[in-house]
Nanobody, 121 residues
């Protein structure tokens, strides 16, 4: 079974930093894009950042200049460094990975369980 396990969430004051990690495990042939989504109470899920297997990145306008996504392909792990956090960043953050289980398969999305990030004084 493929699993994405997230860690690093918690409570932080405005202006603080957190680093989220998400490690994929199981029988995996390859992982294409990986990303982070978030969902705040009463709001729709939104893409925060994404990164391709080659390292190209994309960010939501609201986090540009503050968040950095990276990955370690050898460890099947994606990270989200979150700096200058704002109260509006408060949400459950979900890791996503487009995973190919076998060479002859197309990729399918897998999701982590979510980790709570709360930015409050």
């Amino acid at each position: 079974q493929v699993q994405l396990v997230e860690s690093g969430g918690g409570l932080v004051q405005p202006g603080g930093s957190l680093r989220l990690s998400c490690a994929a495990s199981g029988s995996i042939f390859s992982i294409n894009a990986m990303g982070w989504y978030r969902q705040a109470p009463g709001k729709q899920r939104e893409l925060v950042a994404a990164i391709t297997s080659g390292g190209s990145t994309n960010y939501a306008d609201s986090v540009k200049g503050r968040f950095t996504i990276s990955r370690d392909n050898a460890k099947n792990t994606v990270y989200l460094q979150m700096n200058s956090l704002k109260p509006e960043d408060t949400a459950v953050y979900y890791c996503n990975a487009d995973i190919r289980l076998r060479l002859w398969d197309s990729t399918q999305p897998y999701w982590g369980q979510g980790t709570q990030v709360t930015v409050s004084s």
